[in-house]
Structures are given as structure tokens and as C-alpha cells.
């Protein structure tokens, strides 16, 4: 092993390599913050020139790429209130609000801290025990991923105010029937299309996330347009920003949970970063003593947390597509189409026949991060500034920037119009104050839950009985329900004692 792993530090430990992983990060780090060029798309540029480079040069490319992109999102989330991508939702909820109170060093810094350190610590889940996560993955059925579906939903209670639990069950609702829309992939039926074509391809995720998030936040915006007081107070100090880590290390039951869940999730394919960092979100609330400042910009867990636990995934989602060939995400599936172009199958035998490739990948996502954390010290100044742009000339660019992302998804105006469909619903629930991140889980997870029921109800010949008899859904399913019933009768059990000590 010692001597692969010394072939594979020296593929890396080029200086062309290592420029290249630089190169791939900044790139990475510069699309993941622009909402809507997300890391599958900059990977999916990559893959096509890769293709007469050697694949020890190439990969470590990809994987700066995939780091970088993953990583920046937290840009765009903190200073704009709108993710870069996906695995960035829930760093709007508290890292907005930190900026807007004068703190966006510190809410930046936090993030960045947390992404490298959950990022590294999924690096060394990746290499330590990748052969073993991946089994506990392979054994999970229909019925698993199912009680997981059911477990997230659980966890929407967690991740809203108090009194607002019935609308954001109600968002998740709306975004399952939206999810609804399109073809039946196990019938082949077209449902709630309405006679238009467009809509049995269904609604792209990306576009609907960016219309909720982006157009919402833009109108809001454009109230305050001339205003004083409501623009981020930015100024950025490099001394806070490296004194935030001593800050960052004092959370380390926070960083070491929400990386675990991170890393967990992103084994599972096709679930991705983008729920790890909501169960993370919410997980920390749960453990909170003070949930009630959730949302408030307040605490520093309630902005690490999501960013430890999306880039912990990344190294998770790297593990099924590695020993199984089976992609985490869909940043991976390309990955996965980088490895056939260059006539390689990922899975067991890549380790046996490919081992210093194997440990090219395991250095430069290493690397990769350490590169992250140190251009990310000089490319938020530079990021900051231009946001410090007066919101009237800003809001314009942003509208254009959102537009060309979501047209540039599959090129056709249908995702535009639905871009904008969804920013107006969006700017309505937030005028009815509905969470609307409930809609986005319910319109991305709608279509897993209903293929992993279906397979479930088909392979148990209708039988509902395996959700629970199966060890490991019907402990999912125990814990979802324990978190709904649970918190409500704690609550009045304290209100009753507060009220009756006797």
C-alpha cells in the first residue's frame, strides 16, 4: 500500500499537476458562488477536454474542480442569500442574517473553516474505511431509502420557528405535488401536464431552487433599493477571519456530527450533498440549547454545521462510485463518465488492477482543500468587493446571471420560465412567511420516494410489513417518528412543571 500510495504522491506532487489543482479549484470556487453554475455543470465543461490529457493529470483537475465548485456555493449563500448550489440551502438560513448584522467575516470564516475540516475528515473516511461504508451502503433496499425520505421530512419540524411546523408541512407538501408533474417513469403515464408538452419532462431541481431563493430574495431587494441601513455592512478583516478558526475548534462535537452525517449521506447514491446539509442544519438545532436563536444569525453552529456536513459528503460520494461504480451525485456521474473515456471501470477491481490511481484521487482531494483554504483568502476580498456594488446595479446582473445558469442547465427556455415560476412562488410564501426550503425537499426527494415505494410495494408483494421488520428501515422509521412526537411533549411536560413545580 505504501509503495502505491508514494507512486500516487508522485503523480500529484508535480508541478503541472499541482497547477492544474490550483487552476481547477479558483475555477471551481468562482462558478460554485455564481447561482446556478453549479459542480456538475463545471465538471461536465471539464470532461470533454480531459480527454487527451493523461488520467493522472486529469483527474486531480476534476477533483479540484469538484471541490472548489462544491465549496464556493457558501459565497453566494452568506453575502447574497442565495445558494450557489444546491449544497448550500441551508447555510442561507443563519449565514444571511450573520452578515446582515456587520458579521460576514466571521459567518465567512466559519463556513470556510468548516468546509475544510469536513472535507478533510470525509478525505480520511475515504481512504480509511471506503471498502466498508460502501457495504453498509450496497445492503440498503427500497424500504431503507424510503424510511430515509420519510426520516428528512421528519426533520422539517426542527428547521422552522415556533408555530410555523403545520406551513412548513404544508411547503413540503406543495413541493411533492409539484414533483408529481411529468412522466410516470414506472407506468409511462404523463400526469398534471395539462396538454403542455414541456411539462413531461417535469421541473428541473436547479432552477426551481434558484427561482425561490434568488427571485424571492431580488424582490425583497428591490424594496430597499435607495434605502440606507439595509445594504451588508462588509469589511473584511484577514485578522478576524483567522481568528474565527480558534472558534471554529472549540465546536468540535458539532464539526464531528454534522461531517458524520455528511459523510453517511453521501454514500448513499443519488441522494447528494444537498440533504446532508439540511439533516446537519437541523441535527444541530435538536442539540442546541438555545434552538430559539436558529435562524437569527447568532450562533456559529448553526452556520458550520451545514457547511461541514455538504463538503463531508463529497468524500462520501466519491466512496460507492469508487468501490461500486455506482455515482453519489450527480457531480460523480461525471466523474464516473471521466473514468470511461479514458476506458476505466470504477468497482472492486479498480483497487486491485489501478491502485495508484486510486491513491492520485485520495492526494488531490487532500490537496484540493488545502488549495481551497488558502485561495479562499484572497478570493473572498475580491468576491466582497463586488458585491459592495450599489443593490440597483447589482439586482440586474443577478437577474441575468440566474437566467443564463438556468437556460444553460439543457438549453431550452422551458427551465427560464420555470426559473421564474418559482421565484414568484417563492415571493409569495415569503410574504405568507412559509419556509420555502420545505418545497425544495419535497420537489427534489418527491421523485426518490415514490420509485423506492413503488420497488418496495413491488418486491414485498404489497406488504408494508418490511418497512418495520427490516432492522435498518424500521430504526429510521422509529427515529422519524420519535422526532416528531417527542419535541411537542417535552415542550408541554417543561410547560407543566414551569407552571406546577410541585
Not at 491 to 498: D, E, I, V
Request: hydrophobic share 55%; charged share 10%; net charge neutral.
Amino acid at each position: 500500500m505504501y509503495d502505491l500510495m508514494l507512486v500516487g504522491a508522485s503523480h500529484v506532487f508535480q508541478p503541472w499537476t499541482l497547477l492544474a489543482i490550483m487552476c481547477g479549484v479558483a475555477g471551481g470556487l468562482v462558478i460554485g458562488s455564481i447561482p446556478g453554475l453549479t459542480s456538475t455543470m463545471a465538471i461536465a465543461l471539464m470532461v470533454p477536454l480531459t480527454y487527451a490529457m493523461d488520467l493522472e493529470f486529469a483527474l486531480p483537475l476534476l477533483m479540484g474542480v469538484y471541490c472548489g465548485a462544491i465549496s464556493g456555493g457558501l459565497v453566494g449563500a452568506i453575502l447574497l442569500n442565495i445558494p450557489g448550489t444546491p449544497a448550500s440551502a441551508g447555510t442561507c438560513l443563519d449565514g444571511y442574517p450573520m452578515a446582515a448584522k456587520g458579521q460576514a467575516t466571521r459567518a465567512l470564516a466559519l463556513a470556510v473553516y468548516s468546509s475544510m475540516i469536513g472535507g478533510t475528515l470525509s478525505g480520511l473516511a475515504l481512504v480509511l474505511i471506503a471498502p466498508l461504508l460502501a457495504k453498509v451502503a450496497l445492503s440498503f433496499g427500497p424500504w431503507e431509502y424510503f424510511a430515509l425520505v420519510v426520516f428528512t421530512f421528519s426533520c422539517i419540524s426542527a428547521m422552522t420557528a415556533k408555530g410555523r411546523a403545520v406551513k412548513a408541512f404544508m411547503a413540503a407538501f406543495i413541493g411533492l405535488a409539484l414533483a408529481l408533474v411529468g412522466l410516470d417513469e414506472a407506468s409511462g403515464q404523463t400526469r398534471l401536464t395539462f396538454g403542455f408538452t414541456a411539462f413531461e419532462s417535469g421541473f428541473y431541481e436547479l432552477p426551481a431552487l434558484i427561482g425561490l431563493f434568488a427571485i424571492s430574495q431580488l424582490l425583497a431587494d428591490t424594496d430597499d433599493i435607495g434605502q440606507k441601513g439595509k445594504v451588508l455592512k462588509i469589511d473584511f478583516q484577514l485578522r478576524t477571519f483567522l481568528g474565527t478558526f480558534r472558534e471554529v475548534m472549540s465546536r468540535k462535537r458539532d464539526l464531528l456530527r454534522s461531517s458524520f452525517i455528511g459523510v453517511i449521506i453521501g454514500i448513499l447514491p443519488g441522494v447528494g450533498p444537498g440533504l446532508s446539509n439540511i439533516v446537519a442544519y437541523s441535527q444541530a438545532k435538536r442539540a442546541s440549547k438555545t434552538p430559539e436563536k436558529f435562524g437569527t444569525g447568532e450562533l456559529p453552529e448553526s452556520v458550520m454545521s451545514p457547511e461541514a456536513a455538504n463538503n463531508a459528503s463529497m468524500g462520501g460520494a466519491l466512496i460507492p462510485m469508487l468501490t461500486l461504480g455506482i455515482p453519489g451525485d450527480a457531480s460523480t456521474l461525471m466523474m464516473l463518465g471521466a473514468f470511461m473515456l479514458h476506458g476505466i471501470d470504477p468497482g472492486p477491481l479498480l483497487f486491485r488492477d489501478h491502485g495508484d490511481l486510486i491513491w492520485v484521487i485520495f492526494i488531490a482531494f487532500f490537496v484540493a482543500f488545502a488549495f481551497c483554504t488558502v485561495i479562499y483568502h484572497f478570493f473572498i476580498p475580491l468576491t466582497m468587493k463586488a458585491i459592495s456594488v450599489p443593490r440597483q446595479y447589482v439586482i440586474p446582473v443577478l437577474l441575468i446571471l440566474c437566467t443564463v445558469g438556468c437556460y444553460s442547465l439543457n438549453n431550452r427556455m422551458f427551465d427560464v420560465y420555470c426559473f421564474l415560476g418559482f421565484g414568484l412562488l417563492g415571493y409569495f410564501l415569503h410574504i405568507a412567511r412559509v419556509p420555502v426550503l420545505p418545497v425544495i425537499l419535497g420537489l427534489i426527494l418527491g421523485p426518490m420516494a415514490e420509485e423506492q415505494l413503488s420497488l418496495a410495494l413491488a418486491f414485498g408483494q404489497g406488504s408494508v410489513l418490511p418497512f418495520v421488520t427490516r432492522p435498518i428501515s424500521g430504526t429510521i422509521l422509529l427515529v422519524a417518528v420519535l422526532s416528531l412526537v417527542l419535541p411537542p411533549l417535552l415542550g408541554r411536560f417543561r410547560a407543566k412543571t414551569a407552571i406546577d413545580p410541585a
